[in-house]
């Protein structure tokens, strides 16, 4: 019998993938510091923090739809020859783009160190889950709840330790096991903590908000702290092992995954079923129509509180449409292609 939708998920895939776009156009203002408005420059900062909760709740989607799931390994061998065909084939056409588009080759000797587009670092996080997920899945399982409490705590101690550490020079060469050296895990346990336990934390949605907007103001402020001090943007506080952005996510994910109350129409479960269903490509293809948008239109010309959402919703739309058609494609495709990769 297949579970029932959650359609508090497909909001927060609707709600991440728009932000994700968000996050690139905002950048586009944030780094042009000193080039728009002092305005400008603040409204890039905080729609740049406050939209950096979309990939941590991602990977805590795939924690609370993941870890659940009873160990099959071959259920986990598709995932990773999927994910390493999408990751091969989605660089192989950004290095042509580049070099197309931007007269610039990708050097393959940082294969390893950097992908051939900055956004694509979520496949290889993504896969390095994939590949332990049968692990995580037994391990996880069998934890009591004092067990989860005390892996959250040490994954948040660990997180702020080496990140406090990161921001004066110094680094740690042995990092702790499962707890210290991935902030990605974290995220993907919670998500599964979220599901399993959050009935015994009595915290409403708007609490959840509440502290998600306070951590959210708190980051924006030490951004502009450091930008202003320094005189050049400063970007240090927008790392995902940044506690603060851990925080913001957990308490958007948390207030609308289990407490918030939602009245979904069902022209409004469609269109984000369909949303969600093409989020994946959606976060992979819109760097595409992002370069275009930098190149031919000038976003710059527009002030921050215009050209963010404008560029961020229509660059969305675009990428949306083209998800779609590629799906359509895709289907015809894959009926002449190996069953393992498909």
Known sequence: MSRERNYNIELLRVISCVLVV??????????????????TYLF?????????????????????????????????????????????????????????????????????????????WFLYAILGMYISLPFFQLLFKKMSQK?????VLLWIFFLTLYYVLALADMEFTYTVPMVGNSSYLGYFVLG???????????????????????????????????????????????????PLIAICSLGVFGGIIKHGIFSFSEAGKSLMSLISRHSFTIYLSHIVFLDIAKEE??????????????YTIG????????????????????QYMPRWIV
């Not at 306070?214 to 001090?229: E, I, S």
């Not at 949306?320 to 495709?333: E, G, P, Q, R």
């Open 22 to 39: 968000c996050i690139h156009v905002s950048n586009v203002y944030s780094r042009a510091f000193g080039e728009v408005s002092q305005g």
């Open 315 to 334: 660059i969305f739309l675009v990428t949306f449409a083209f998800a779609v058609a590629a799906d359509k494609a895709w289907k015809y495709l894959r």
């Open 147 to 151: 067990l989860m409490e005390y892996f």
């Open 297 to 310: 239109m000038e976003p710059l010309d527009l002030p921050g509180w215009l050209g963010i959402p404008v």
């Open 192 to 242: 599964y903590i979220a599901r399993s336990f959050s009935d015994n934390f009595k915290m409403g949605s708007r609490l959840c908000f509440g502290i998600a907007v306070v951590v959210g103001l708190v980051n924006v402020g030490l951004t502009c702290r450091g930008t202003f001090v320094t005189g050049e943007h400063e970007e240090i506080f927008f790392q995902y092992r940044n």
């Open 44 to 120: 890039s900062i905080f729609t740049n923090c406050f939209s950096r909760i979309s990939v941590p709740i991602f990977f805590m989607i795939s924690g609370y739809l993941l870890l659940e799931e009873n160990v099959s390994l071959r259920k986990c061998l598709h995932r990773v020859i999927h994910t390493i065909v999408v990751l091969v084939f989605w660089s192989a056409l950004y290095y042509f783009w580049n070099i197309v588009y931007w007269d610039d080759a990708y050097d393959f000797a940082t294969i390893f160190e950097e992908p051939v587009k900055k956004h694509l």
